[in-house]
């Protein structure tokens, strides 16, 4: 059901610039329906950004970030043709994996 | 101490620097609004309705088991590119004047055999109960992006709904003897932070027109120029907009004349 992410990733000087979007709903568990239930907590728990076989970025996850999460990091060691891998879980279990060829840019 | 003693000078200097910084305090704040708007614009959600929109209107779809791929949006069939920077228009199948909306719900009717009743009882988005046509919307606005809006205004239709419009903005009802042009006929207005556009203001309204549809920051999900309306009108209280209504489309006729050759920036990025 998890639609696919938008990333967009582009040399910046010696760096990967990447920019990450990812379409989630975010529930806190804090929120009621219009009939009074609370609306069950459902967000991602945790993100891995990998390259090249390695782990470049990962990160922990809560209820504090927003509906549609937008992302923004860079990293060293990236060329451009070399592909990027994005995976999110979330507290359901569910996931989605995306990946993105680094681009030229600047 | 020599700190009691320095005070007054101190304060001389704060006040003697503050009294011409007033208006560039305020260009200050009004440029870093703009600063904080571009940074959010890299990210705007905007970009995933689009996508998604782009899927749906290539999916087979509907009783037909057909895509939107053969729509005519006013450019000929199947043309998306640029499409919405010549809408609102008159179109002779349907022998009346359509904006994105309108034409896009006709599409999903005669192609893919949806019906109309069904389409058209939900068209905003909820949480849990997304929707289509936000999706759709945002993906034809989304080809036209970085075209100027040149709307055309030349038949009779295109005419008689500009009038019509005209006399919706001007024309004061409702318990609260409310206009459009209440809140959008002068220039430097605005609700707490919220400009307010001047819509009869080309400047203005070259702006806000094309912005349309915009992801709602505060809504968690891209609105539409007719949830727009329906807002507007809910907050004047006036009697609940339709959607695709001729009303909503004469509206938007009207303001097109003002916003054009406003650069397309849809889908946007709003509070």
Redesign the interface.
């Given at each position: 059901m998890a639609?696919?992410m938008?990333i967009r990733a582009n040399m910046l000087g010696d760096k990967v610039e990447v920019?990450v979007?990812m379409?989630h709903e975010m529930e806190t568990g804090q929120r009621k329906?219009a009939s009074g239930a609370i609306?069950p907590a459902h967000f991602i728990q945790n993100v891995t950004v990998t390259h090249a076989g390695k782990t470049v970025l990962s990160a922990q996850w809560g209820t504090s970030i927003s509906?549609?999460p937008?992302m923004?990091f860079r990293f060293k060691g990236g060329k451009p043709g070399e592909k990027v891998t994005i995976t999110w879980v979330d507290n359901k279990g569910e996931r989605r994996t995306d990946e993105a060829v680094i681009g030229g840019g600047s | 101490m020599s700190f009691p003693r320095l005070l007054p000078a101190v304060l001389v200097g704060v006040l003697a620097a503050s009294v011409p910084c007033v208006c560039q305090a305020q260009d200050d704040t009004q440029k870093e609004v703009e600063r904080y708007r571009q940074l959010l614009a890299e990210g705007n959600p905007a970009d995933l309705f689009e996508a998604k929109g782009e899927e749906l209107w290539k999916t087979p779809r509907g009783p037909r088991k057909a895509s939107l791929e053969q729509c005519d949006l006013g450019l000929g069939a199947g043309v998306v590119k640029g499409a919405f920077a010549r809408l609102p228009r008159y179109s002779a199948d349907t022998d009346r004047v359509q904006d994105l909306e309108s034409r896009i719900v006709t599409c999903m009717v005669t192609l893919q055999g949806f019906k109309q009743e069904d389409i058209t009882k939900n068209p905003f988005s909820a949480p849990g109960r997304p929707s289509d046509l936000e999706a759709l919307a945002s993906y034809v606005a989304g080809e036209s992006k970085g075209m100027k809006l040149a709307a055309p205004l030349d038949h009779p239709k295109e005419m008689e709904a500009f009038r019509i419009g005209e006399r919706l903005f001007y024309r004061r009802a409702g318990p609260h003897d409310f206009a459009c042009v209440s809140c959008h006929g002068e220039n430097g207005k605005r609700i707490r932070l919220q400009e307010l556009p001047k819509l009869t203001d080309p400047n203005d309204a070259r702006k806000i027109f094309t912005s349309w549809p915009a992801y709602r920051v505060s809504q968690g999900t891209v609105r539409t120029m007719q949830h727009r309306l329906y807002d507007c009108y809910w907050q004047m209280r006036h009697p609940q907009m339709d959607y695709t209504s001729e009303a909503s489309i004469a509206l938007q006729v009207f303001m097109a004349k003002y916003a054009k050759g406003g650069e397309i920036r849809a889908p946007g990025l709003k509070r």
């Open positions: 639609d696919p938008r920019r979007l379409a329906d609306v509906k549609n937008f923004h | -």
